[in-house]
């Protein structure tokens, strides 16, 4: 398996969506990582993962995190020790 040469996390997809968003991350390093899901204020909703993972592309699929959240503009945040990627998904219901 070829190690991603970066730490990335691709474009959500479908964006928009509903019922499920699926994010695509690239891992360059071994480590923990934390996915977050934020409103447009900035208010944390969820923490979807918080895990060690090894070198690696991955797909995490979110769906029951919005089961009772209105339609709107959310933000998804991965993040390690020193490093960080947000992201802008739309729910529609």
Do not use: C, H, W
Not at 30 to 38: I, S, V
């Amino acid at each position: 398996m070829k190690i991603p040469d970066d730490f990335k996390m691709l474009p959500a997809y479908p964006n928009p969506f509903n019922p499920s968003t699926t994010i695509s991350i690239d891992l360059n390093k071994a480590g923990t990582y934390t996915l977050e899901l934020y409103d447009v204020t900035g208010k944390l909703l969820a923490t979807v993962l918080n895990k060690f993972y090894q070198p690696g592309k991955y797909s995490i699929k979110l769906e029951k995190e919005f089961q009772n959240l209105p339609s709107t503009i959310y933000f998804v945040k991965l993040s390690t020790e020193n490093n960080f990627k947000i992201q802008r998904v739309i729910f529609l219901k």
